[in-house]
């Protein structure tokens, strides 16, 4: 065993370093960061703010519920649809996973994606006041 001298001061080492003058190790994800939104939450987001766009562009509309669910509990005739619209019980149900992936994106990012899923619940609203998804929006599209 050597022992060192008294005159000869202590190395002294980061505090991060363990004993043996190695790295502590790390936690998994470092530094602490924010839990990511998961595609359902930025589809239940993009579907809200479109939903309240136009119940307060539409009086009609400001006693409708729109909701969203995974799938539609059978195809029909013409497919797989994208959502249903209940005049009765004033509801319209957005299906997410028929939007998301049936759905064609000229261009993969997350602008047109929200695009496709505003111009469903347009869709589905203007399905629900039996008129022109245009007719309900028009200056939200118009570029001056």
């Known amino acids: ?26 936690p998994v994800v470092r530094p602490p960061l924010p839990a990511q939104e998961t595609r359902e939450e930025r589809f239940d987001f993009v579907v809200g703010t479109a939903a ?7 009086p009609e509309l400001r006693e409708v519920r729109f909701e969203v669910a995974a799938m539609p509990p059978a195809s ?8 249903t619209v209940s005049t ?5 149900v957005l299906y ?12 993969e990012d997350e602008l047109h994606r ?20 245009w007719d309900l929006g028009p200056e939200r599209f118009r570029f001056l």
């Open 1 to 26: 065993m050597m022992r060192r001298r008294a005159s000869t001061p202590p190395r002294v080492r980061p505090s991060r370093h363990g004993r043996h003058g190695r790295e502590d190790r790390s």
């Open 52 to 58: 309240e766009f136009l119940r307060s562009a539409w």
């Open 76 to 83: 029909d005739d013409d497919g797989i649809p994208r959502w």
């Open 88 to 92: 009765e019980e004033r509801r319209i």
């Open 96 to 107: 997410r996973l028929p939007i998301e992936r049936l759905g064609s994106l000229h261009r």
């Open 114 to 133: 929200r695009m496709a899923i505003e111009g469903c619940v347009f869709r589905a609203a203007a399905q629900y006041l039996d008129r022109d998804p």
